[in-house]
């Protein structure tokens, strides 16, 4: 989808659809939409009328100009009420007006930046969303369904935003810009996750991994079973060993042009797919674990963003990826394997396995002594018990690092929700015969059971660990994109990293 910004007025602009959006219960619509009204003889506020249209939030109405104007046919979109405006509202309104104009089967829209009259949300950050959503709202992953003989696409191929004060152009602009990118990179991580655990291998993401950095310019190195047996590898390595698909350690550097303001450290869990091992999986958890790699994918997306975003920070990203399978050489419930950092683990279930391979990432990367570390993992089920798919779990060692990536996740329309982390739950890590066991207390506390266990790995540094488990698969469409996989995490993470550093 191209991305343009127009000063020309509303009723000027040749599209196939123009989306235009009020607030409810207000007759003192924005003057570029009631020069519209008047150029089609007030035909927008008469069907208004007798549709009986709301402007509920999100709602719309498609109103055909009979060659009144440009567009050949108008989306009306409602705002809700003007005093509850936000991004989010903003978000859901552009997200079904544009899959509207899909269904219309589009392909020129144009739209104004809905509620920039209010001053509740800056140009750019406007422009941002509409460029971020419209691009993600419409995302389809169907390369292996067949294809009609002669169905024509249903695609949108232009997107002309439509604002005529030129004090803002600068700003809107960049926001376009900056929407496009991370729209872009979201998109890679939901094509990572939604591929199949057979195409997704721990090799694929390493090859993603490469081509990555290469188009960024950036440092890759991608170890091998070997390559980490000699590092002492010991619980990545067990995860991997029950499967026939060669494990990858993977890890990419972004250092910026001047001096580094810190180094970051971006950890996603990467295991390609989770059958629980030994402590195998019911079929019905099994289902969707192919996603189980979601934070890889989205630390390897962000990555895709380094040389045009260019932060002033330099990042470390790390992926530790492999399958969890169980097979006569699956490691064991029983097992006590040796971290690289020399710390021993009883493994009591296989299936907790993402803290296993994250002990690992983190004893590797802990070397290089980075200024901060943030993990994104599909870690615990427990998680999603707690806080469903809209909120993703944030727990911590450093509270001050964890508000700046809570307010940074919120802010680019990902959820974040501290859990605690309490002495009490780290008692719970005792085992008998090691230095801890990969569970805890059986039925409680599931997801800081998950996080205190890597915070042993984390050597102090300020850490956050972000449970993805929910917010990376949808049972049902939201504002950015249809069910399934979300490619969570990378807005997140690319907005922490250009704007909270
Ligand atoms: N990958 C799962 C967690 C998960 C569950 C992700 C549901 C997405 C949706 C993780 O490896 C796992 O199996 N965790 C166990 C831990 C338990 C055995 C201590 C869980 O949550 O049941
Ligand atoms: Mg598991
Ligand atoms: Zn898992």
Same mark, same amino acid.
């Given at each position: 989808m191209k991305i343009a910004l127009k000063n020309q007025s509303l009723e000027k602009i040749p599209c196939d659809v123009l989306i235009v959006s009020i607030f409810k219960g207000s007759k003192n619509y924005r003057h570029e939409v009631t020069s519209l009204n008047k150029a089609l003889d007030s035909l927008l506020t008469r069907v @208004?009328?007798?549709?009986?249209? +709301?402007?509920?939030? &999100?709602?719309?109405?498609?109103?055909?100009?009979?060659?009144?104007?440009?567009?050949k046919k108008i989306i009306l979109v409602g705002l809700g009420e003007r005093k509850d405006f936000g991004p989010e509202i903003l978000r859901k309104a552009c997200a079904s007006a544009i899959r509207c104009a899909l269904k219309e089967n589009a392909k020129t829209v144009s739209t104004i930046l809905h509620g920039l009259d209010t001053d509740k949300i800056d140009a750019k950050f406007t422009a941002q969303i509409v460029s971020e959503v419209s691009q993600l709202a419409v995302y389809k992953f169907d390369k292996y369904k067949s294809k009609e003989k002669d169905e024509p696409k249903k695609e949108i191929q232009t997107l002309i935003i439509s604002e005529q004060n030129k004090t803002l152009e600068k700003q809107i602009e960049? *926001?376009?810009?900056?929407?496009s990118i991370v729209a872009r990179a979201q998109k890679l991580a939901r094509d990572l996750v939604t591929e199949p655990a057979i195409v997704s291998t721990p090799t694929k993401l390493a090859n993603v991994a490469r081509q990555v950095a290469s188009e960024n310019n950036l440092?890759?190195?991608v170890l091998d079973r070997d390559d980490c047996k000699k590092l002492g590898m &010991?619980?990545?390595l067990a995860v991997a060993q029950g499967s026939e698909e060669p494990p990858k350690f993977i890890e990419i550097k972004y250092t910026p042009k001047g001096k580094p303001k810190k180094h970051i450290a971006i950890v996603g869990k990467g295991v390609t797919f989770d059958s629980g091992g030994l402590s195998l999986k019911p079929a019905n958890s099994m289902e969707t674990m192919k996603d189980d790699m979601s934070g890889a994918a989205a630390v390897i997306a962000t990555m895709s963003t380094m040389r045009e975003l260019q932060p002033d920070v330099a990042v470390t990203m790390i992926v530790a990826a492999t399958e969890n399978m169980p097979s006569g050489t699956a490691y064991r419930p029983g097992d006590v394997i040796r !971290? %690289?950092?020399?710390?021993? @683990?009883?493994?009591?279930n296989t299936d907790a396995e993402g803290r296993v391979t994250l002990a690992d990432a983190m004893s590797y990367v802990v070397k290089q002594k980075p200024d901060e570390i943030? /993990?994104?993992?599909?870690?615990? &089920?427990?998680?999603?018990?707690?806080? *469903?798919?809209?909120?993703? *779990?944030v727990m911590t060692n450093n509270q001050k690092l964890a508000d700046k990536i809570i307010k940074a996740g919120n802010e680019a329309g990902e959820r974040m929700w501290q859990l605690p982390l309490?002495?009490?739950?780290?008692?719970?890590?005792?085992? /008998?015969? !090691?230095? %801890?066991?990969?569970?805890?207390?059986?039925?409680?506390? *599931?997801? +800081?059971?998950g996080a205190v266990f890597i915070e042993k790995f984390v050597d102090k540094i300020p850490w956050v660990h972000i449970d993805i488990a929910g917010p990376s698969w949808l049972d049902k469409e939201d504002a950015y994109g249809p069910k399934g996989p979300t490619g969570v995490g990378v807005r997140t993470l690319i907005n922490y990293l250009t704007n909270y550093t």
């Open positions: @208004m009328k007798e549709e009986d249209f +709301q402007a509920k939030k &999100g709602s719309t109405l498609i109103i055909r100009t009979n060659g009144l104007v440009s567009a960049a *926001g376009i810009k900056r929407g440092k890759i190195k &010991g619980a990545f !971290a %690289m950092n020399g710390k021993t @683990m009883e493994i009591l943030i /993990d994104l993992a599909t870690l615990t &089920g427990a998680c999603v018990v707690a806080l *469903g798919d809209t909120s993703n *779990g309490y002495d009490e739950d780290r008692e719970k890590l005792k085992s /008998d015969i !090691a230095d %801890m066991i990969n569970t805890g207390s059986k039925g409680k506390s *599931g997801a +800081q059971n």
